[in-house]
């Protein structure tokens, strides 16, 4: 037996399951990017504010890339169990706010009817980061044309990446695919209706949720007693702040409601979980990768890598956040990445670094230099970064680099052992990475180089170690 409507009656008592009716209504949100994350976030809040009997928040789910993951999800009715698990304990639940689905590739028509549809009220997004490109932006563009056509009422978009100012971004993107087409009246017209009916808020979403596995599966089938072939796995924690701009402005109250912050200073939350989960994460995946360590929780777990990680958020990062209550927040983090049941694996953290890389160590560089203060955590991250490019952890194994700028960075980085210098300033010379300010950088690129060569002398280990006594 398979996890499905039919079969949500066997499941044990314990298990939280879906208590309203599934099928009754339109969904009122479309999703964008159905991956891991948004199923054991969003869908759970809006799972919340169903089972508290508003119905307008089932979601039309749109896998942008895997049918196969589509699929399945739509031979469970949507319907996948999340296991929510850390210090405090473990359970299950199944959410059942994914209503409808549909691949983005060969469904596009389903898709823009989709954002079209009267029931609609938001849109969501979680593309990745390299997943903000015209052509997402003319697929929005499309269904919200046909909204401002039929005289219907504007929606929320809320894009839920990882990126600074997210919701300035997409809507800066849809607006720019307004302006590319042919000056035309309606387009006009349409600039104008997005202004004044759409909303754009910037968002900070924030839940640990890594790629299923097959161990996961197993251990749904042994808590449902029915196969789960789409079964996740995550921590208690969640965080949801989202800027007071919503189409419907009743909305804020109801979001509130099921634990989401809305705010309208999105910011200072953006910028602290940027660069100290994510930029911690992107150095703990890059260093696992090379040192054969799997997980995030197998390199929290080493006390050099748990000081450096500690070290890296306070001395490098911290000192630039609004968020005040950064101490507190660094030790809940690091008790998080160390969470057992989270086997979040490094290479999945590690994928797109290119694009990760820019909003989450750069900003830290940049403000320590004008300060004059300490950027060895970073410069040590940057060195790691190009050791990573060689796809050859340090026990000589080989491993792919999943990433746009795969080939070349990997160009790049292939003589780094012969000419170690030029291929750290070939690294740093990457404006895509670092910017405009940072490359040239004299000290900067010292640093590096000397961090890139420890490594390839002594090991990430070690050069690890170094730095540590080194910043005693
Ligand atoms: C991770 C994030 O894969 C990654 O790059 O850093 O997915 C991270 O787990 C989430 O942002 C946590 O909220």
Same mark, same amino acid.
């Given at each position: 037996?398979?996890?499905?409507?039919?079969?949500?009656?066997?499941?044990?008592?314990?298990?939280?399951?879906?208590?309203?009716?599934?099928?009754?209504?339109?969904?009122?949100?479309?999703?964008?990017?159905?991956?891991?994350?948004?199923?054991?976030?969003?869908?759970?809040?809006?799972?919340?504010?169903?089972?508290?009997?508003?119905?307008?928040?089932?979601?039309?789910?749109?896998?942008?890339?895997?049918?196969?993951?589509?699929?399945?999800?739509?031979?469970?009715?949507?319907?996948?169990?999340?296991? @929510?698990?850390?210090?405090?304990?473990?359970?299950?639940?199944?959410?059942?706010?994914?209503?409808?689905?549909?691949?983005?590739?060969?469904?596009?028509?389903?898709?823009?009817?989709?954002?079209?549809?009267?029931?609609?009220?938001?849109?969501?997004?979680?593309?990745?980061?390299?997943?903000?490109?015209?052509?997402?932006?003319?697929?929005?563009?499309?269904?919200?044309?046909?909204?401002?056509?039929?005289?219907?009422?504007?929606?929320?978009?809320?894009?839920?990446?990882?990126?600074?100012?997210?919701?300035?971004?997409?809507?800066?993107?849809?607006?720019?695919?307004?302006?590319?087409?042919?000056?035309?009246?309606?387009?006009?017209?349409?600039?104008?209706?997005?202004?004044?009916?759409?909303?754009?808020?910037?968002?900070?979403?924030?839940?640990?949720?890594?790629?299923?596995?097959?161990?996961?599966?197993?251990?749904?089938?042994?808590?449902?007693?029915?196969?789960?072939?789409?079964?996740?796995?995550?921590?208690?924690?969640?965080?949801?702040?989202?800027?007071?701009?919503?189409?419907?402005?009743?909305?804020?109250?109801?979001?509130?409601?099921?634990?989401?912050?809305?705010?309208?200073?999105?910011?200072?939350?953006?910028?602290?979980?940027?660069?100290?989960?994510?930029?911690?994460?992107?150095?703990?995946?890059?260093?696992?990768?090379?040192?054969?360590?799997?997980?995030?929780?197998?390199? @929290?777990?080493?006390?050099?890598?748990?000081?450096?990680?500690?070290?890296?958020?306070?001395?490098?990062?911290?000192?630039?956040?609004?968020?005040?209550?950064?101490?507190?927040?660094?030790?809940?983090? @690091?008790?998080?990445?160390?969470?057992?049941?989270?086997?979040?694996?490094?290479?999945?953290?590690?994928?797109?670094?290119?694009?990760?890389?820019?909003?989450?160590?750069?900003?830290?560089?940049?403000?320590?230099?004008?300060?004059?203060?300490?950027?060895?955590?970073?410069?040590?991250?940057?060195?790691?970064?190009?050791?990573?490019?060689?796809?050859?952890?340090?026990?000589?194994?080989?491993?792919?680099?999943?990433?746009?700028?795969?080939?070349?960075?990997?160009?790049?980085?292939?003589?780094?052992?012969?000419?170690?210098?030029?291929?750290?300033?070939?690294?740093?010379?990457?404006?895509?990475?670092?910017?405009?300010?940072?490359?040239?950088?004299?000290?900067?690129?010292?640093?590096?180089?000397?961090?890139?060569?420890?490594?390839?002398?002594?090991?990430?280990?070690?050069? @690890?170690?170094?730095?540590?006594?080194?910043?005693?």
């Amino acid at each position: 037996m398979t996890l499905s409507s039919a079969t949500l009656h066997a499941l044990p008592a314990s298990i939280q399951t879906p208590a309203y009716d599934r099928q009754a209504h339109a969904p009122g949100v479309v999703h964008l990017g159905l991956g891991a994350f948004h199923r054991a976030h969003q869908a759970m809040v809006f799972d919340q504010l169903l089972h508290g009997g508003d119905t307008r928040w089932g979601i039309h789910g749109v896998g942008m890339t895997r049918p196969d993951l589509v699929n399945q999800l739509q031979a469970q009715d949507g319907l996948y169990a999340v296991r @929510i698990a850390d210090g405090l304990g473990v359970k299950w639940q199944v959410p059942g706010a994914l209503w409808r689905t549909s691949v983005a590739t060969t469904e596009r028509d389903a898709v823009v009817h989709a954002i079209a549809a009267p029931s609609t009220r938001w849109v969501t997004l979680t593309v990745t980061e390299k997943g903000y490109t015209p052509a997402l932006a003319q697929l929005l563009l499309e269904g919200l044309r046909l909204r401002q056509q039929a005289g219907l009422p504007g929606i929320t978009i809320a894009s839920c990446d990882n990126l600074q100012g997210n919701g300035l971004k997409l809507q800066a993107l849809v607006k720019t695919a307004v302006s590319a087409k042919d000056p035309r009246a309606q387009d006009t017209d349409v600039l104008r209706w997005l202004d004044a009916h759409c909303a754009f808020p910037c968002s900070m979403v924030d839940r640990i949720v890594p790629a299923a596995t097959p161990e996961v599966m197993a251990a749904a089938q042994e808590a449902l007693g029915v196969q789960d072939h789409c079964a996740l796995s995550t921590e208690g924690f969640w965080e949801w702040v989202i800027e007071d701009r919503f189409a419907d402005p009743a909305d804020a109250a109801l979001l509130q409601s099921a634990g989401v912050r809305v705010t309208a200073d999105v910011h200072s939350y953006e910028e602290a979980k940027l660069r100290m989960l994510n930029g911690s994460h992107s150095a703990m995946a890059l260093m696992g990768a090379i040192t054969g360590r799997p997980f995030i929780a197998s390199c @929290i777990g080493v006390l050099h890598i748990r000081t450096f990680v500690h070290q890296l958020m306070g001395r490098e990062v911290a000192p630039h956040l609004s968020r005040s209550d950064w101490a507190a927040y660094r030790d809940a983090l @690091i008790a998080r990445f160390g969470n057992p049941y989270l086997k979040h694996s490094v290479h999945q953290i590690a994928t797109d670094s290119s694009q990760k890389i820019p909003q989450r160590w750069l900003p830290s560089v940049l403000s320590q230099i004008a300060q004059g203060a300490s950027f060895e955590h970073h410069a040590l991250a940057a060195a790691i970064f190009l050791r990573y490019t060689l796809g050859l952890d340090e026990q000589g194994q080989a491993y792919a680099l999943n990433d746009p700028q795969a080939d070349s960075l990997m160009a790049l980085g292939a003589a780094q052992r012969t000419e170690p210098e030029t291929c750290v300033r070939a690294l740093l010379a990457r404006e895509d990475l670092w910017g405009t300010a940072l490359p040239g950088h004299d000290a900067w690129t010292a640093r590096v180089i000397h961090w890139h060569q420890q490594i390839l002398q002594q090991g990430v280990d070690t050069a @690890i170690l170094q730095l540590l006594q080194q910043e005693a």
